[in-house]
């Protein structure tokens, strides 16, 4: 029995030593004119230790670098085999398909080993198809939701994700499935279709929604963001109208937050933004600058702000000031043209 497992362990360390041998050759082999041999060394050492998991994902990315997709696929079979509940498998497996509906089932397997992977779900809502159930899409979208911790989908996602669950969910709601769903679904694809429309700042649009989002579902959050974009838009109505002391009084429901949701930056920027211009008005120069500084704070990519701080300094006589403030609005967004235009003056 000794001398049997001695032979058993010696042919072991052998072959493996054999293997990793010709991984090392292989890898020193890097001219085009030998990649035929350098294939050969890696199938064989695969061949003398088939259970070393590294070793196949070489060779997937020898393949991958000379775009030879079929090979790559059939490792990444054989890698799969070995190591079945390896997310990363699953991932690779996806960007190498080509049909919609595959990459979304091999991202979906990759998330059952790994299922606090955000950017996966990004991924799948990228390659959406449009005959994938509703039920599925409200199921993918919630988990999102879940693992940002946050009662939206707007938190740090980016835009080009925003732009393509808003065109899912407008797709969904006018679709017959829509209403084959509960009540409290049907609501929260009304409340995120608001908060992802927050940034165009129509209170009046978000507001048909979330009375839509109530009227299904009587949520707290829903009626609590309801009765905000309410009083936004009674504020923007006194503010055009000159009624400051409205505007004040009413703007006392967002200033006095300590914490909001990111979507809601949206409308407290614009309530700060509209009280450092009542202040500036009213010679009240030091507040008119922290309400405009905390309006640029909370959502920096409004161009407004930027432009009521350039006209408070220059009215100052402060150029300095007034050139960084120009200057840092076009580097936040180089497409804030009123800035750059203001910027290309000053120089």
Known sequence: IFLFLGIVVFLGGFFAFESNLLMILANKNFSHADSLSKENMYKQAIKLWPLKIENYKLLKEFYREKNEKQKERDVLQALIKLEPIACENYVWMAELETDKQQKVNYYLKALEFSPLRIDLYFKIINFWPEEKELEELYSVLSKIEQI??????????????????????????????????????????????????????????????????????????????????????????????????????????????????????????????????????????????????????????????????????????????????????????????ECKKELEALN
């Open 148 to 337: 940002k911790g946050e009662c939206c989908l707007l938190k740090g996602i980016g835009f080009d994700n925003e732009e393509k669950i808003l065109k899912l969910l407008s797709k969904a709601v006018e679709s017959d499935s829509f209403f084959n769903l509960n009540r409290d679904k049907q609501a929260r694809i009304y409340f995120w279709q608001a908060i992802l429309t927050t940034y165009e700042q129509d209170w009046q649009k978000d507001i048909i929604l979330l009375e839509k989002a109530v009227s299904l579902d009587n949520k707290k959050e829903y009626k609590d963001l309801l009765h905000d974009l309410i009083t936004m838009k009674s504020i923007e109505g006194e503010f055009n109208n000159g009624n400051f002391s409205v505007v004040k009084q009413l703007a006392k429901v967002f200033t006095n937050k300590q914490e909001y949701a990111f979507y809601e930056k949206f409308h407290i920027a614009q309530v700060y933004y509209f009280l450092g211009e009542i202040n500036f008005w009213e010679n009240n120069f030091k507040l008119s600058e922290d309400n405009l500084n905390r309006s640029k704070q909370i959502n920096p990519w409004e161009e407004k702000p930027y432009l009521g701080l350039a006209r408070l300094y220059k009215f100052r006589g402060e150029e300095n000031e007034l050139r960084k403030v120009l200057q840092s609005c076009v580097e936040v967004d180089q497409w804030k043209n």
